[in-house]
């Protein structure tokens, strides 16, 4: 079992650029959450996908979008960039049902400059 | 909404000496508490959880403890190794808001030799 894995691991964009990063969950699991980890900080929940649907959403503005797909992957989109939105970009799957066990992939570290 | 508050931040402790880490939570209703390790260029890797209804749970040299009235939980490691360098998140999810982790800002811990 190959765990949660994401794609690319590195990523330097120019500011007001697009971007996708790329999410497959464990064997198993059907749900995909989304977090963007700054610097020194904790991880901040973005949004969640279950059933290809966004299911609940963070405090993040409509540049940030995703989607599911019917293999349960995922992609995040960000649009027109921000040098704020460096960060490293964390893919949680788990079971659906609430309080279940999520398995974090390593992560895409974005850059913008 | 949930809001999770983590200390210290930093810190140090010998070799083979225990550590703490002590986090409180807002929202009664949260009632899964996990545990996260993240070591450098990694994604946060579950070590320990707690559910509501237990009020302590120990896993080797880790353990938890779980405060409802006071909204407290801690993190215990003893006999600490110098693979126990890390940061450290605590979290907490509530069970109407399915698997949106909420992360404290996590503790760094320096086993010193």
């Known amino acids: 079992d190959a765990g949660v894995t994401q794609s690319p691991t590195h990523l330097i964009k120019t500011r007001g650029q697009q971007v996708t990063l790329r999410c497959s969950p464990k064997?198993?699991?059907?749900?995909v959450s989304w977090y963007q980890q700054a610097l020194g900080q904790g991880p901040q929940f973005i949004f969640q996908?279950?059933?290809?649907?966004?299911?609940q959403r963070g405090n993040f503005p409509d540049r940030f979008s995703g989607h599911q797909f019917p293999n349960y992957s995922s992609e995040l989109n960000v649009n027109a960039l921000l040098l704020g939105d460096s960060a490293l970009y964390l893919c949680a799957s788990s079971r659906v049902a609430g309080g279940t066990e999520a398995f974090f992939g390593q992560g895409t570290r974005l850059t913008v400059v | 909404g949930e809001n999770v508050e983590q200390h210290p931040s930093t810190l140090s402790v010998q070799e083979g000496d225990s550590a703490v880490i002590k986090c409180t939570y807002s929202?009664?209703?949260?009632?899964?508490f996990p545990w996260y390790k993240q070591e450098l260029g990694k994604g946060p890797q579950l070590i320990i959880d707690i559910r509501s209804n237990v009020g302590e749970k120990k896993d080797q040299r880790i353990a938890v403890t779980l405060n409802k009235t006071a909204k407290h939980f801690s993190l215990h490691i003893t006999e600490t190794q110098p693979e126990d360098s890390a940061v450290y998140f605590c979290a907490a999810i509530h069970p109407n808001r399915d698997d949106k982790i909420i992360f404290g800002k996590g503790t760094r811990l320096h086993i010193l030799p």
């Open positions: 996908y279950y059933e290809e649907e966004e299911r």
């Open positions: 064997s198993g699991h059907d749900t």
């Open positions: 929202d009664s209703a949260s009632n899964y």
